[in-house]
C-alpha cells in the first residue's frame, strides 16, 4: 500500500563547500527521516524494525518500504496526489511497498539521496549536476510524448515593458533558487539581452533585481499582483495557459517540442488575466527520476524498469474526469549526457552548483 507523507516548511538551499558536496541540516534530516523506516506502521509486529520474522519464515519478504522523495515544483500542484498513481502501478509491478514523500525544497530532494533518507527521487534538473557521486539519472519525465521543456519571462499586457532590455532597474520575480526553467533558465535569458546579471542567484544582480519566489505559481502570482514587480520568470507549464497561442507563434522550436503550445491561453477568464510574452528560451531536459547510488536492494532493477515501461493509463488516478490534465504522462529511459544543457547553463551563468547558498 502507498504510503503518503508530506515533508516541508523549510526554506533552507544550503550548499556547504568545505564538505565537497551537500549537508543536509538537521532539521531537514528529521522531517524526511521520521517519514522513512521505524514508525511501527509497516508489515511487521509494530516494533519498527520492519523486518521482524512473521514466525513463519518470512521474515525477508517484509522488506523495508521503497523511500520515494517528490521535488516540489508548483504551488497549487499535489505532488504526493500526482504520483500516487504511478506508485500504485510499482507497487502491483514488482511487489514494493512505496512511500511517497514531499520534500521542502529542491535541495532537501537532492540532499535525501546523498544523507540515505531517500531511495530514489523526483527531482530538478539541476540535481543532475549537482548529484555526481552519489546520485544516478535513471529516466526522464515526458509530458504527452515530449521530454523536453521550456522556460517563459512574462509581463502584463498594460506593461510599457516591450522587451528584455526594458526590465533594466525594475524588478523581477523568478522560481526557486535551483529551478531550471523558473530562474536559471530566465537569468541566463536576461543575461543574453544585455542585462548584467552579477552572480545571481549567488548573489545580486547589477542590472535590474531579481527575486526568487520560491515556485513557478508565486512568481507568476506575485508579478500579476504587484504592480513593483515587472515581469516574472516561470516555466511555461505555469505561464503559457494565460498566454495568447499567437504570441508563441514566433518561437517554432516551443511550437513542434512543447507540451503546453496547445492549450496556450485556454485558462484566461477574469479569475487569470491575460500575460503578455517577453522571452522563451531554448529547449530544456526534463525533470529526472534518480536513484541513491548506492541502493543495492534487489528490487531497484524491477522498479526502475517498471518505470520506463509505463503507460500514460497507469499515470492517471481512478474516478477523474476527463479534463484531469497529467503532470507528465510517462517515463524515458535516460543518463546524465541528457543534462549537458544545464550543465551549458551553470557555464553560462559561471556558476558551479556549490555555489548557491
Not at 552572480?199 to 520560491?214: C, K, S
Not at 514587480?229 to 495568447?244: D, K, N
Not at 526502475?304 to 529511459?333: K, N, Q, R, S
Request: hydrophobic share 35%; glycine share 10%.
Amino acid at each position: 500500500m502507498v504510503r503518503k507523507s508530506r515533508c516541508g516548511g523549510s526554506n533552507r538551499r544550503t550548499f556547504l563547500k568545505a564538505t565537497g558536496g551537500i549537508a543536509i541540516t538537521s532539521a531537514v534530516a528529521g522531517c524526511l527521516g521520521e517519514n522513512g523506516n521505524g514508525d511501527g506502521n509497516g508489515v511487521d509486529d509494530g516494533n519498527g524494525d520492519g523486518d521482524t520474522d512473521d514466525g513463519n519464515g518470512n521474515g525477508a519478504a517484509d522488506a523495508d518500504p521503497v523511500r520515494f522523495v517528490l521535488n516540489p515544483a508548483e504551488e497549487q500542484t499535489d505532488i504526493i496526489e500526482e504520483y500516487t498513481p504511478m506508485a500504485e502501478y510499482l507497487e502491483a509491478e514488482t511487489g514494493a511497498e512505496i512511500d511517497l514523500i514531499r520534500a521542502g525544497s529542491y535541495v532537501e530532494t537532492l540532499t535525501a539521496l546523498e544523507t540515505d533518507q531517500a531511495d530514489i527521487a523526483d527531482t530538478s534538473p539541476t540535481a543532475v549536476p549537482g548529484g555526481a557521486g552519489f546520485a544516478d539519472v535513471i529516466g526522464m519525465r515526458t509530458a504527452f510524448g515530449g521530454p523536453l521543456y521550456f522556460s517563459t519571462i512574462v509581463t502584463t499586457p498594460d506593461s510599457d515593458i516591450e522587451e528584455l532590455a526594458d526590465l533594466e532597474g525594475e524588478t523581477v520575480t523568478v522560481g526557486s533558487a535551483l529551478s531550471l526553467s523558473g530562474t536559471l533558465a530566465p537569468t541566463l535569458m536576461l543575461s543574453d539581452a544585455g542585462l548584467d546579471v552579477g552572480d545571481f542567484p549567488d548573489g545580486n544582480a547589477v542590472d535590474l533585481e531579481l527575486q526568487t519566489a520560491g515556485d513557478h505559481d508565486t512568481s507568476r502570482e506575485q508579478m500579476i499582483n504587484d504592480p513593483g514587480v515587472a515581469a516574472a520568470g516561470t516555466g511555461a507549464f505555469a505561464s503559457a495557459p494565460q498566454i495568447p497561442q499567437e504570441q508563441f507563434d514566433d518561437y517554432p522550436e516551443f511550437v513542434e517540442h512543447s507540451a503546453e503550445y496547445d492549450g496556450a491561453g485556454s485558462d484566461i477568464d477574469d479569475d487569470n488575466p491575460e500575460l503578455q510574452l517577453l522571452a522563451v528560451s531554448d529547449p530544456l531536459p526534463r525533470a529526472p527520476i534518480m536513484a541513491r547510488s548506492d541502493w543495492d536492494d534487489p528490487v531497484r532493477e524491477d522498479i526502475e524498469a517498471a518505470l520506463v515501461a509505463a503507460d500514460e493509463e497507469d499515470l492517471i488516478p481512478e474516478d477523474v474526469d476527463e479534463d484531469y490534465e497529467l503532470w507528465f504522462t510517462g517515463i524515458e529511459e535516460a543518463d546524465r549526457s541528457d543534462y549537458e544543457p544545464v550543465e551549458d547553463v551553470l557555464d553560462e551563468l559561471g556558476l558551479e552548483f556549490e555555489d548557491f547558498s
